[in-house]
């Protein structure tokens, strides 16, 4: 069992920074892919970034490629994604997710454990 507590949403204006976290318990995090996610009022929760038990492998959802980079701090049960020049489509809750498995995939069914999420809002 792995539980997700997601930090660091909050209100910015359009062009501005924000760095989300998300802290996990278990003695095993390393062994598990770790992706973050999305979802807009009225939309679908989608696939934003994830990254390889190791940190050596990562994949973005083209809209945030070059804006959003996805790290993750193994000795410490921690995902971070750091989000740079904001935009106003980027407003949502965004979860984290963990995956039991080597490989990223960007399906929510792929993910077994989900955190609670934090909202990001962009101001224009």
């Known amino acids: 069992q792995v539980q997700l507590v997601e930090s660091g949403g909050g209100l910015v204006q359009a062009g501005g920074s924000l760095r989300l976290s998300c802290a996990a318990s278990?003695?095993?995090?390393?062994?598990?892919?770790m992706g973050w996610f999305r979802q807009a009022p009225g939309k679908e929760r989608e696939f934003v970034a994830a990254i390889t038990g190791g940190g050596g492998t990562t994949y973005y959802r083209d809209p945030v490629k070059g804006r959003f980079t996805i790290s993750r701090d193994n000795a410490k049960n921690t995902v971070y994604l750091q989000m740079n020049s904001l935009r106003p489509e980027d407003t949502a809750a965004y979860y984290c997710?963990?995956?039991?498995?080597?490989?990223?995939?960007?399906?929510?069914?792929?993910?077994?454990?989900w955190g609670q999420g934090t909202q990001v809002t962009v101001s224009s």
């Open positions: 997710a963990a995956r039991g498995r080597k490989e990223i995939v960007t399906t929510t069914p792929g993910y077994d454990y």
């Open positions: 278990g003695r095993t995090f390393s062994s598990y892919v």
